[in-house]
């Protein structure tokens, strides 16, 4: 541990990898857990149970000081707002989607949300492009056609394009979370704002299952899907957020958004090791690609 007082910074770094690694980890529990033939919609709703616990507790810890600034009506109803959009549908659409494509792939579409951002800066705020940031999202897509070429050639999985078309909506809505968020953590706190938005979540996924599901049917799924539900919950949801929390107070928040950059890495090569998914030459080169288009967009925010 002393290394870590003498190189603050490492241990930020570490943090943040750890985080970036054990979010990477839930596209493979994802695709542990459809062997056993579970929907989305249970699926989901089994992991944000296992979650919610965590959460509560943290937003009561959170508020033992009594400092804190009150929500207004304004506040609470920008809280469901985002919770919905980032964590409850973005989730859904990316569970949705790994029952058509690879957790490689997944993870790849995932990471374009910094380009997505930059792009719905354009359209909402009217924040013109700059060259780099122009260049960059040319790299980004074209690996994402890379990739997505190789998984036509070799896999042919039925309806790769709507799962392809669901994750990138999972992008699409977290990126919309992350440009609408900005207000809530300055006056909240990013602990007080996670673990409330967190807790929305969580509830909209129940009503939605309750919903669409016969309540009794959570109780009829596989013992393995439990768990793999709580080793996602742990491992994906809970320990990465925190992780990760953790690690942007050692090291910043730019810094900590270029070493999550291993994410997509770390997807492919768990799921060649887990899932027996191909590696190929021409998959590498594209994941290099949406690497490189990603960085160039954080990088300018450093």
């Not at 970036?20 to 056993?36: H, R, T």
């Amino acid at each position: 541990m002393s290394i870590f007082r003498r190189y603050p910074s490492l241990l930020g770094t570490l943090l943040v990898i750890l985080s970036a690694i054990g979010f990477s980890i839930k596209a493979i529990f994802v695709k542990l857990a459809y062997v056993y033939s579970v929907d989305a919609v249970t699926l989901l709703a089994l992991r944000m149970f296992f979650s919610l616990p965590f959460f509560i507790l943290t937003a009561l810890w959170v508020n033992r000081d009594h400092s804190l600034v009150n929500l207004s009506m304004h506040d609470i109803k920008l809280l469901i707002i985002l919770g919905l959009l980032g964590y409850y549908l973005a989730s859904f659409l990316d569970f949705l989607g790994l029952a058509y494509i690879s957790a490689g792939l997944e993870r790849l579409i995932l990471f374009l949300y910094p380009t997505l951002v930059v792009v719905l800066s354009l359209l909402i705020y009217r924040k013109p492009l700059r060259k780099r940031e122009i260049f960059s999202l040319l790299v980004s897509y074209i690996g994402i056609a890379l990739v997505f070429q190789h998984e036509l050639e070799s896999i042919q999985q039925p309806h790769l394009w709507l799962g392809a078309g669901l994750v990138f909506g999972s992008a699409l809505s977290y990126a919309l979370f992350l440009i609408g968020s900005g207000e809530s953590i300055a006056k909240l706190g990013s602990m007080r704002f996670m673990s409330y938005s967190m807790i929305v979540a969580c509830l909209g996924v129940f009503f939605q299952y309750l919903l669409m599901r016969p309540f009794e049917m959570i109780f009829s799924v596989e013992k393995p899907v439990y768990l793999l539900a709580f080793a996602m919950a742990i491992i994906s949801t809970v320990l990465p957020t925190f992780l990760l929390g953790a690690g942007i107070r050692q090291i910043g928040a730019s810094r900590a958004s270029l070493i999550s950059s291993i994410g997509p890495i770390t997807t492919i090569f768990l799921a060649h090791v887990f899932l027996n998914e191909s590696i190929s030459g021409t998959q590498i080169i594209g994941s290099c690609f949406v690497l490189i288009g990603v960085l160039l967009v954080s990088l300018k925010n450093n």
